[in-house]
């Protein structure tokens, strides 16, 4: 089993910046990627981004990309995301995500990953 727990989160003007951190514990030597998911009120989960561990291949969702950034520190089993010129379409509960299929890349399906974290609240106001 591999717990997450997400941190970072708060409200913000509009074009400004968070880090999002998330830390694992547990099994994780299982983890082969690690994705960021958000979900709005009324809304859908969707992807944001996420990282393979080993190489650092990594994959965004196009309204993020050129504004947030995915990380990883291996040695701490920590993995960030660094989001800059927050709006407030950004507004959601974000989700972190830990996918134990090894070889197929960072992939942007919530089905596809087995663990997840309790979210962390940001909030962007115009």
């Known amino acids: 089993q591999v717990q997450l727990v997400e941190s970072g989160g708060g409200l913000v003007q509009a074009g400004g910046s968070l880090r999002l951190s998330c830390a694992a514990s547990?099994?994780?030597?299982?983890?082969?990627?690690m994705g960021w998911f958000r979900q709005a009120p009324g809304k859908e989960r969707e992807f944001v981004a996420a990282?393979?561990?080993?190489?650092?291949?990594?994959n965004y969702a196009a309204s993020v990309k050129g504004r947030f950034t995915i990380s990883t520190d291996n040695a701490k089993n920590m993995v960030y995301l660094q989001m800059n010129s927050l709006n407030p379409e950004d507004t959601a509960l974000y989700y972190c995500?830990?996918?134990?299929?090894?070889?197929?890349?960072?992939?942007?399906?919530?089905?596809?990953?087995?663990?997840w974290g309790q979210g962390t609240q940001v909030s962007v106001s115009s």
């Open positions: 995500a830990a996918d134990s299929t090894p070889l197929l890349g960072p992939r942007v399906r919530s089905s596809d990953y087995d663990y």
């Open positions: 547990g099994r994780t030597s299982s983890m082969y990627a």
């Open positions: 990282i393979t561990r080993s190489r650092g291949n990594t």
